[in-house]
């Protein structure tokens, strides 16, 4: 008898558990779009973009495919067929789809929603299917309505007519703690250990955790910042062909860049703009909006080099003291405002030293939030890689196409970021919020 009510109020424990885990990505995804005309949800606002619409009903799509028709037994489609589907339909083309208005996709959401939580009800959690066990596909939902949510501010950073009235909810705090920008950590090399063996949240591209060999390597401390940036640009940086490499110099080129992306120049003084807002480029500030081929340039100037995706994770998680693992640089403690500049709400980065907290073991400070960090490495499975529970999150990307970045960004949710994650893009992509940081061989 006891044990059937301690049995049923574990179920109950997780029923509430992962009805408030979706419940508040929804709210977050609400809030993001209030501030948002009806014109503003529905209009292609950049090529690279799809229009916010398409993301809200792909949200639907992707949560209804998987929490009411793959929720168990044999997975159908990893990305069922319809306008929602992202590689029959690719972003430059959403535009011109049949999308449904506000009130509609709204609709569509919480009718979708419910049936969820009903399914929800139904199922045992604790049966053994590896996407049920621990609520494993509700998290991955959550996370892929997280992930959306930067894209939709990737685009509204993009927004065509008036600029997105961010609502903002916290300032970014005053630097705290001094940081030696531009000095560097070295970092001892060894059998390090890269990537996880959770099956709570990460990705299946984050698994196995395996040994990686690394040769003994320096880090810098923080992010490339503004300051460092505007002395790379004022010493010819975009004009010097020997920093680039043939691909960077082709796109720089072709894109007739000049300086990251947002930024204008008033006689002598730099200025962007982030959503609403417009002002001197903050020279304590990560650098953001810049390409792979940007950071490459940048490294090559000031004689130093990308760290690769193991240099990076080493630095963020590994301590060569103890030989103690980090989830996030600060330690295990879940993420809070005071940790780093993650959850969007802030919309914008912060002065390099403004969370004294966000200091992995060896000393790099500022390693998650604030801005992406490209890393010198193409997107590749790790030995023994198993896909889980779809080929279309990772297995379809892997090559050399795309770089991987790590870190996340003030506009990540801290659902979706962790010293394992990997994100990737292809090397001339600056839409994204992307920063970096560099290295050299010791
Ligand atoms: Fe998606």
Known sequence: MAE???????????????????????????????????????????????????????IAHFEELWLTRNVHGKVEFGEMPGIYNPFEHPRRVRGALDLPGRDEVLEILSEVRQRVLDKLETLDLEAGDPLLRDGYVYAMVAQHEYQHNETMLQTLQLKRGSAYRAPRAFSVPDPAIQVAVGSM??????????????????????RPRHLVGLQPFRIDVSPVTNAQYIAFLEDGGYSRRELWSEAGWAWKQADEASAP??????????????????????????????????????????????????????????????????TFPWGEDPWTPAHANLDQLTFETAPVGAYPLNISPIGCYGMIGDAWEWTSSDFRAYPGYEMFPYPEYSETFFGSEYKVLRGGSFATRPGAIRNTFRNWDYPIRRQIFSGFRCASDD
Not at 21 to 41: F, K, Y
Not at 298 to 312: Q, T
Request: aromatic letters at 10%; a negative charge.
């Open 261 to 326: 992306k947002y930024w204008s120049r008033d006689g002598t003084t730099w200025h962007t703009r982030v959503f609403d807002r417009t002002g001197p480029v903050d020279p304590r500030r990560p650098v953001c909006h810049v390409t792979y081929h940007e950071a490459e340039a940048f490294a090559r100037w000031a004689g130093k080099r990308l760290p690769n995706e193991f240099e990076w994770e080493a630095a963020a998680s590994f301590d060569p003291q103890t030989g103690a693992h980090r």
């Open 185 to 206: 950590v070295r970092f001892p090399g060894g059998m390090i250990p890269i990537g996880t063996g959770d099956r709570r949240v990460a990705y299946d591209n984050e």
């Open 4 to 58: 059937s009510t301690e049995t049923r109020s574990s179920v109950d424990t997780d029923v509430a558990r992962i009805t408030e885990l979706l419940r508040e990505a929804r709210a977050r995804t609400i809030r993001l779009i209030e501030p948002l005309s009806d014109e503003d949800l529905r209009v292609q606002h950049d090529p690279l973009m799809s229009p916010i619409v398409w993301d809200l009903g792909h």
